[in-house]
């Protein structure tokens, strides 16, 4: 990853920024130099019983006589390419290539950040069972840099176990031996897996599982010389290791992420959705469907007495009215009114209700 910044504040207090952020990550150390040439080597140094790990080149533009310019252009390597990396001791190269292409600079000081890491890693071929707080290191078992002419010979698998666990690799590199680049390396969690099968197998600084339970590392050389990789696993408990050798090929599962459940009651259930369980109901859901069949119940008797007052309503008012007609037909006995009433001129389909 790359990032490239123009600031506005003094170089000075960018470069003193930078190295606070170091030390409060706890990256620790950083070594600079004045850059005027195509490429410069810095001194990078640990104690003994460490390794040294590159976390990033910082470059930002001077003057022609080194000093710190005034409206600094800086660039970032994130993930640089290392031969420091697994010694604890070493001349890290720096060069003018990218602050010179973003910068138009010919003149930078250079600043190599890095940490001194004292655990030393389990190597992945062997057979051990091992528990660590915090970080677990795993590397190849040449590792740094193709030292020994030890081999997998197969496949070399760690299981890890842990709780809210994440794997970066601090370095992989499979180099060219004169046969094409040799070597697989597979990591496997919860829910996500890596692989550097079909990828250019050169990898530094790089998150690829994260917030996982159990983890799973293969590593082969496939028989050859020189084949690095260099891994750190961090966990928020401890984290238990069980390394073994095996004859067969990890295979790498598909992790598919499940869509939302439709909602039409016509939709066929496609490959990433979740399909209604046929298993009996449990207790709760039991008490679920007595609840809503009893809403069902209650809800249907209203509607019935519902219908059933309309009902009488509407015949008793069919009642009323016949009798009332009735009424006025005995009452008025003489041949005039009643003519009157014969002669009301009153719609057909209001007579055929009334009746």
Same mark, same amino acid.
């Given at each position: 990853?790359?990032?490239?910044?123009?600031?506005?504040?003094?170089?000075?207090?960018?470069?003193?920024?930078? *190295?606070?952020?170091?030390?409060?990550?706890?990256?620790?150390?950083? /070594?600079?130099?004045?850059?005027?040439?195509?490429?410069?080597?810095?001194?990078?140094?640990?104690?003994?019983?460490?390794?040294?790990?590159?976390? /990033?080149?910082?470059?930002?533009?001077?003057?022609?006589?080194?000093?710190?310019?005034?409206?600094?252009?800086?660039?970032?390597?994130?993930?640089?390419?290392?031969?420091?990396?697994? @010694?604890?001791?070493?001349?890290?190269?720096?060069?003018?290539?990218?602050?010179?292409?973003?910068?138009?600079?010919?003149? =930078?000081? =250079?600043?190599?950040?890095?940490?001194?890491?004292?655990?030393?890693?389990?190597?992945?071929?062997?057979?051990?069972?091992?528990?660590?707080?915090?970080?677990?290191?795993?590397?190849?078992?040449?590792?740094?840099?193709?030292?020994?002419?030890?081999?997998?010979? $197969?496949?070399?698998?760690?299981?890890?176990?842990?709780?809210?666990?994440?794997?970066?690799?601090?370095? *992989?590199?499979?180099? &060219?031996?004169?046969?094409?680049?040799? $070597?697989?390396?597979? @990591?496997?969690?919860?829910?996500? =897996?890596?692989?550097?099968?079909?990828?250019?197998?050169?990898?530094?600084?790089?998150?690829?599982?994260?917030?996982?339970?159990?983890?799973?590392?293969?590593?082969?050389?496939?028989?050859?010389?020189?084949?690095?990789?260099?891994?750190?696993?961090?966990?928020?408990?401890?984290?238990?290791?069980?390394?073994?050798?095996? &004859?067969?090929?990890?295979?790498?599962? /598909?992790?598919?992420?499940?869509?939302?459940?439709?909602?039409?009651?016509?939709?066929?259930?496609?490959?990433?959705?979740?399909?209604?369980?046929?298993?009996?109901?449990?207790?709760? $859901?039991?008490?679920?469907?007595?609840?809503?069949?009893?809403?069902?119940?209650? *809800?249907?008797?209203?509607?019935?007495?519902?219908?059933?007052?309309?009902?009488?309503?509407?015949?008793?008012?069919?009642?009323?009215?016949? /009798? $009332?007609?009735?009424? =006025?037909?005995?009452?008025?006995?003489?041949?005039?009114?009643?003519?009157? *009433?014969?002669?009301?001129?009153?719609?057909?389909?209001?007579?055929?209700?009334?009746?």
């Amino acid at each position: 990853m790359l990032h490239i910044t123009g600031v506005k504040m003094p170089a000075s207090l960018c470069h003193l920024m930078l *190295v606070m952020l170091a030390l409060h990550r706890g990256q620790g150390r950083n /070594s600079s130099s004045c850059l005027s040439n195509t490429r410069k080597e810095v001194n990078l140094t640990c104690d003994r019983s460490q390794r040294i790990h590159v976390i /990033s080149k910082f470059y930002q533009k001077a003057t022609s006589t080194c000093e710190e310019a005034p409206a600094s252009c800086t660039y970032t390597e994130d993930a640089p390419a290392t031969t420091c990396n697994g @010694v604890w001791q070493c001349r890290e190269e720096v060069s003018m290539f990218w602050i010179n292409q973003t910068c138009g600079s010919s003149t =930078a000081l =250079a600043t190599v950040v890095y940490e001194c890491i004292a655990e030393t890693p389990i190597n992945i071929c062997n057979f051990t069972t091992v528990s660590h707080d915090n970080n677990l290191y795993l590397a190849s078992p040449t590792y740094p840099r193709g030292s020994g002419d030890m081999k997998t010979n $197969g496949t070399c698998v760690c299981d890890i176990t842990g709780t809210v666990m994440k794997v970066d690799i601090l370095e *992989v590199v499979f180099r &060219d031996t004169g046969h094409g680049i040799r $070597g697989r390396l597979v @990591v496997i969690g919860d829910t996500a =897996a890596w692989t550097t099968d079909n990828l250019v197998p050169v990898v530094y600084n790089k998150e690829i599982i994260s917030d996982t339970e159990n983890i799973k590392i293969a590593f082969n050389d496939l028989g050859q010389i020189s084949q690095d990789m260099w891994l750190k696993v961090s966990g928020s408990s401890s984290m238990t290791a069980t390394c073994y050798h095996s &004859d067969g090929n990890i295979t790498v599962p /598909s992790f598919t992420t499940l869509s939302p459940d439709r909602t039409a009651s016509n939709a066929t259930p496609s490959a990433n959705m979740t399909v209604p369980s046929k298993e009996p109901l449990t207790h709760g $859901g039991f008490q679920r469907a007595i609840v809503v069949i009893t809403v069902c119940a209650a *809800v249907g008797a209203v509607l019935v007495v519902t219908v059933i007052m309309a009902v009488a309503v509407i015949v008793f008012r069919k009642k009323t009215r016949a /009798s $009332g007609k009735q009424y =006025a037909i005995e009452v008025k006995e003489s041949n005039e009114e009643m003519k009157e *009433v014969e002669d009301c001129d009153m719609p057909t389909f209001i007579m055929d209700t009334l009746m």
